[in-house]
């Protein structure tokens, strides 16, 4: 497929900025949302910035970079990055990561290669968060890509189709690399798990057998780990919902607050490990499997490598103990530590609003989601 045809859901180019940013800069909206996430900057300082933008690169750089940033260093005690080694700047890959928040996974890693003096890569993004005109074209200009969710099952197909060969262009055709969660949605009890839909979307696109499909886009799996996430309280609040009403789902309005609450609520430390490229190790598996058990051991080698590299933090190894009732992990942290984490996790229940709020559901789950990498990566590390 050739670029052109990848115009409903390709991020912009170069020759697109300067009009999408008038179109920005037109917004009411948007101009409402810069105001209130930065109120001591004046408007027309972003507009003359914006302006002077003349290439995604410098949109990037000048714009998106010293937003995550400040968002980084009021949000979070640090955001560090490892592993960064293992990358060619050369080079084009995959990032294939677990899944958090909404907006940062992907935002945060971009931030750190720049720092690192690694190239951007473009991003996977459902059309289902792009709930406003302006959303579109800030995502778009910041390297975004569109995945189309909710066809019917024909039309699926084909979307899946034109976003595999998108990213197989962007590969092999752009030297772009590409960032994509391991699964639709966020885990909400941070249990990671690699969809193998994913990887045979992945596949679509290659004109080879499966196991040179996945390895030519070389995939590098990523683990991010919070100290803290601030939607915690708003997964565990819709398991609920979902567990009284089985066919409920969230509005737009619920992913505007996760939206929000995860670009400013608090995420104490925040971590991000790089594993080398797995292409080689795909490449030696037994060709003469049948597909599906290709791709559900692909899925695994992915969800090994992020499991085992996960950075724990006391609240992992304390909600863990408190799970189990026992002192197993009482090493790994201090009385004060416990205590602490204790109080967050009443601070967050405090803060669910339900008519038939169930205090012990919502504290168990809320415990999982910091108790699973901690169980993941043990089980992870059992296996080498």
Known sequence: MEARKFDDIRSYYDTEVQEVVNRLMDDAQFCAVLSRLFPTIPLAGYSDELKK???IDSFQRTIIYPIVRSLAEKTTLSLELSGFKYLDKSQ?????????DIILDSAFLDILLIEKGLNTFEIAIGDNLLMFPWIRDVVRLNKSFIVKRELPVRQQLTASLELSSYIHNAIHERNESIWIAQREGRAKDSDDRTQ???LKMLNLG??????DNLASIQIVPVSISYEYDPCDYLKAKEMQMKRDNPIYKKSKADDLLNMQTGLLGFKGRVFYKVSPCISDEILKMEAGMHKNDLFENIAKLIDQRI???????PGNYIAADMLDGLDRFS???SAREREHFTAYVKQQLDKIELEQKDEDFLRKRMLEMYANPLKNKRKAESIL
């Open 53 to 55: 933008a003349r290439s």
């Open 92 to 100: 084009s890959y995959t990032f294939v990561t677990n899944h958090r």
């Open 196 to 198: 193998e839909s994913v």
């Open 206 to 211: 290659g004109s080879g057998s499966v196991l």
């Open 307 to 313: 499991h085992m590299n996960y950075h724990l933090y």
């Open 331 to 333: 090493h790994c942290y």
